[in-house]
């Protein structure tokens, strides 16, 4: 579902909007010029002035579907998209990729619920390592419009962000407001999804 132009959606009370999101955005959008937030933004003049400054640093931009894991499948595909042309890059990232499921297990995450995602995940990294032959930026992008892949990569990257959080939860705790822990943080947001 390829969208050449961004798509507005317009709310419909009858149809769930995680639903409607899903029937019209796709999960990473086609490359378009950051002009085409302009339009969008002109009846804002703060947000219009930032699309400006944007428009001097950048050329281009994806939209990702805004369900909750935009963050995480921006990063992710723009990091992986980066990979593809730098070798060098590619080869230190596989190093610290293949061996994140064992740091996982090590800090108590199920092993087995872990190499589900990590497996996917790791197929995802070693098609990026492929030749530029037999794997491109095109096939990055419609493996990461393929629901399945994409939402692996998410919940793997949110797996590996959980386990620095609690890495590091005295440096981190300070960032957490009330009396929450590092883990209470973690379970209340979604990012400790399998921990014990």
Known sequence: MANEAPVTTKYDPGVSWDGQISDSIDLVGNMEPISSLEGEYASD???HQKVQDLSRKYKSMRRTRPDGNCFFRGFSYAYLEYLLKNKEEYKRFY???SKSKDDLVTMGFPK?????FHDTFMEVVKK???SSDNFSQPELHDLFNQQSYSDYVVVYLRLITSGQLQR???????FIDGKRTVLEFCHQVGVELLMK
Request: no cysteine; charged share 35%.
């Open 45 to 47: 003049e703060i947000f």
């Open 95 to 97: 190093e610290l990729a």
């Open 112 to 116: 087995f619920t872990v190499e589900d």
């Open 128 to 130: 990026v390592g492929e």
């Open 168 to 174: 590091d939860s005295e440096f981190y705790q300070n």
